[in-house]
């Protein structure tokens, strides 16, 4: 399993961008679906985006389609979330999570995950 240390969240007024960072350490980071995934007070943890372990396939939730841009450097062992256009609703904790050889947007088949990073956009 790989251990994630995400950073790069904050406060920040709507309409404006924050870029997350995931560090991974670990044997075989390009074996790895990379995800992002949050959660905000009250609710449960969602799906944000996801970037395949090969080919660099990307996916989002449609409620950040457009505006957020997920992406992986192989050779830092580092995912990135490019917020743009923020919103209150993106107000969250941020975390990275890790799907060896995975697929998919289900939070239990991603195995590692990072200990959050907090998003707060105000109005």
């Known amino acids: 399993q790989l251990q994630l240390v995400e950073s790069g969240g904050g406060l920040v007024q709507a309409g404006n961008s924050l870029r997350l960072s995931c560090a991974a350490s670990?044997?075989?980071?390009?074996?790895?679906?990379m995800g992002w995934f949050r959660q905000a007070p009250g609710k449960e943890r969602e799906f944000v985006a996801g970037i395949m372990y090969t080919g660099g396939h990307t996916y989002y939730a449609d409620p950040v389609k457009g505006r957020f841009t997920i992406s992986r450097d192989n050779a830092r062992n580092t995912v990135y979330l490019q917020m743009n256009s923020l919103k209150p609703e993106d107000t969250a904790v941020y975390y990275c999570?890790?799907?060896?050889?995975?697929?998919?947007?289900?939070?239990?088949?991603?195995?590692?995950w990072g200990q959050g990073t907090q998003v707060t956009v105000s109005s």
């Open positions: 670990g044997r075989a980071f390009s074996s790895y679906t």
């Open positions: 999570a890790a799907d060896i050889y995975g697929s998919g947007r289900d939070a239990s088949n991603f195995a590692s």
